[in-house]
């Protein structure tokens, strides 16, 4: 017959400091454990044949006699047949899924984007919360993530929207933008449903079920392309370019001759030229694709930079006067402000003719840029594609090709390097005129 424990007293208890467990008698099986300066209740017995160690609370919130009298409880339940272990799990459980019935689409949403805000630009994050703010949360946010149904997604993606031609839907009024915010709704509640928020079951936000609901985006959106400038007129405009003062003015210079995007010239910081191998790394947080850039920089490119002052404290190319980084405005208003110029001169400004003469775009002189490689030039086309670290179309050809073709890009640039240094004339007919016969 195995020994029965003292029953030991509080104060005989206090004086315990040996880290293990600790027989305190009153009640077979309860322990004091004793792990470094933690000290808590638990009660050893034996259920269903089976050894097992009940915690019963800190000694700091459970006095000796209340942890005797806890371990009187649960020793009557199992000699009732329930086991106290599986019943503390199972009170687990359903606090849990009550407090996730309480927690709401919106509260959801903010901890999805705690989660990823680590891996996306501000300017994305931004956009990310302010579309679901003013779209999403009037309607949805304090819903239970829970419950948010297709019923729900299609209350938001066809809220009414005022438009030029009266009261439409956001999937027709702003198709774009309505695309990205179901998207952005699918995978919150897709994170819901990884945490254990949503019961298994088809994404009410999946494009697969709302498809039989609501017309197909190219049905009701016509994208259009960025405004861009005639590349015959590049020379000209880089040269009136050159006469603006300011670093919105040198920053969309550089964006011209590099055929890069707003986004990675405003961000663009000193470390990543490299003067000796003339290149410009861009690095991958910085990339619509996410993946790091080389770009081979010209004579001219060069030049402009070894022109610019480097600033003390901001580490950016082309720092603001009184800001950290350039605004995404900041490029656009210099082309707005040299067409509106223009204008006044010639009645026309930088437009593009293609597009109903709209004023051009950032964003468009990289279509200048293809344009000109494509007409002008011989390069492959595969070469243009690096450049503008488009993704290959080809999806076989893309995970094969392991090079960047830097040298051809490298030649690439230097050629629209030179041509826009060149202000292009206007063509004039071959035809010779004949005199008349006599």
Known sequence: MPKKAKELTSLEVMKITNDGLHAVGGVSGLCLQIIGKARSWVLRT????????????????IKLAMARDKAREHLKQIKDGVNPVK???????EAMTAAAKAKTFKQCAGEYLAAHRVGWVDKHALRYENSLALHVYPIIGSLPVANVDTTAVLEVLTQPVETADGIKSLWEARTDTAS???GRIESVLQYARACGLRPPGENPASWQLLKFTLPKKSAVYKEENFAALPYAEIGAFMADLRKREGMSARALEF???????????????????DFTARIWNVPAEHMKMKREHTVPLSDVAVKLLEALPC????????????????????????????????????GRGYVDPKLDNRVVTVHGFRSSFKDWAEEETTFQPKTVEFALAHKLPDRVEGAYQRGSLLEKRRALMDAWSRYCETVQTAKKDNVIPMRKAV
Not at 46 to 61: N, V
Not at 259 to 273: D, F, G, K, M, P
Request: with cysteine; net charge positive; proline share 2%.
């Open 46 to 61: 034996t259920i269903d044949g089976k050894q097992q160690k009940i915690g019963l609370g800190s000694c700091t919130q």
């Open 87 to 93: 019943e503390r799990r199972a009170a687990r459980i």
């Open 180 to 182: 990205r915010v179901r």
């Open 255 to 273: 964006a011209i001759l590099t055929a890069a995007r707003s986004q990675e010239v405003r961000l663009a910081r000193w470390n990543e030229i």
């Open 311 to 346: 600033y003390e404290g901001n580490d950016h190319i082309f720092p603001p006067v009184q800001a950290d980084e350039l605004s995404d405005m900041a490029l656009l208003m210099v082309v707005r402000r040299m067409h509106e110029k223009k204008k006044q001169v010639d």
